[in-house]
């Protein structure tokens, strides 16, 4: 009897052509109605024509690729950095091009950035009914021109001044050590009434 040593000695193996990094875990799941797909407490946009369908997410250390059938449906950071979700730009582009619907896909991905959000999305909410989509898509416009870093930066700041609005985010962004004093002044001799 020959020892297992022996015969591996033997055997012709091959180095794998995947290393740990490159190898994709792959698992089947249904899009969800809001074309996002989850997997272990995370979603990940897809486009809108998947939506009720099986796609199968092709899972790496670094990445998820989704696919449907041969077709790649997207890439996305494995996890995203704000730990809950990533939305592809070309997926939210579908939902802004019905006027109804834009609002309030905006609004989910400036949600999505951070726990922060919320607390100055509603309030904006409550102080300008009628007026709160247009600011919650200046407030988009912004986060896409500086990014996700400095809008919180600018939203933390105008929390703690209570200043609500697309543009006092646009001026923290703009000065945002001038601004904060400022403001905080200015709420106080108006009794925190900021639009």
């Known amino acids: 009897m020959r020892s297992p040593?022996?015969?591996?000695?033997?055997?012709?193996?091959?180095p794998l052509n995947h290393q740990a990094q490159t190898y994709a875990f792959?698992?089947?799941v249904v899009v969800r109605p809001t074309?996002?797909?989850?997997?272990?407490?995370?979603?990940y946009s897809v486009p809108?024509?998947?939506?009720?369908?099986?796609?199968?997410?092709?899972l790496q250390q670094e990445q998820v690729s989704i696919y449907q059938g041969d077709r790649c449906l997207g890439v996305h950071p494995r996890f995203p950095e704000n730990?809950?979700?990533?939305?592809l730009s070309e997926h939210a582009q579908e939902?802004?091009?019905?006027?109804?619907?834009?609002?309030?896909?905006?609004?989910?991905?400036?949600?999505?950035?951070?726990?922060?959000?919320?607390?100055?999305?509603?309030?904006?909410?409550?102080?300008?009914?009628?007026?709160?989509?247009?600011?919650v898509d200046l407030t988009y416009q912004l986060?896409?021109?500086?990014?996700?870093?400095?809008?919180?930066a600018a939203i933390e700041l105008a929390v703690e001044a209570r200043c609500i609005g697309s543009e006092y985010l646009?001026?923290?962004?703009?000065?945002?050590?001038?601004?904060?004093?400022?403001?905080?002044?200015q709420n106080s001799s108006e009794g925190g009434t900021a639009k």
């Open 143 to 152: 986060y896409e021109k500086v990014g996700r870093t400095e809008l919180l």
């Open 83 to 87: 730990g809950k979700s990533s939305v």
């Open 35 to 43: 074309a996002r797909v989850h997997y272990r407490g995370i979603e």
């Open 170 to 185: 646009l001026e923290f962004v703009e000065h945002p050590h001038a601004c904060a004093d400022s403001h905080l002044l």
């Open 95 to 135: 939902f802004f091009t019905s006027p109804h619907k834009k609002p309030y896909a905006q609004r989910q991905i400036l949600l999505d950035l951070d726990p922060l959000v919320e607390p100055y999305l509603t309030e904006l909410v409550h102080r300008r009914p009628q007026a709160w989509a247009e600011d």
């Open 26 to 28: 792959k698992v089947s």
């Open 5 to 14: 040593a022996v015969l591996l000695k033997r055997e012709p193996l091959q």
């Open 48 to 58: 809108g024509h998947a939506v009720g369908q099986t796609v199968t997410l092709h």
